[in-house]
């Protein structure tokens, strides 16, 4: 489930990508999908701080996957730790 709930969430985002840039619109959808696909609000607001860090845009992040996966199990880490 969560597998299919992770790959529904980056799909989703795919079609989030702008012209480079994070504006304000794409962290509000990154974290409206996230959210919709059951992930905590912690976990989603990790993940988009860890991807705007890294990232110099949306896109930039969409196309990484590798980064991205990376990023998400950094935030589940974090998130198991605190419970």
């Known amino acids: 489930m969560f597998k299919k709930n992770l790959l529904l969430y980056i799909g989703g985002l795919i079609f ?6 994070w504006s ?5 959808e990154y974290l409206k999908i996230c959210e919709k696909k059951d992930f905590s609000n ?3 607001k990790c993940a988009l701080e860890k991807a705007t860090s890294n990232y110099n845009s949306f896109v ?6 590798v980064g991205s ?3 998400f ?4 880490d974090l ?3 605190t419970d």
């Open 16 to 21: 989030l990508t702008s012209c480079g840039g």
């Open 24 to 28: 304000d619109k794409n962290k509000t």
């Open 42 to 44: 912690e976990f989603c």
């Open 60 to 65: 930039d992040a969409m196309n990484d996957e």
């Open 69 to 71: 996966g990376e990023i």
């Open 73 to 76: 199990i950094n935030c589940i």
């Open 79 to 81: 998130e198991e730790t």
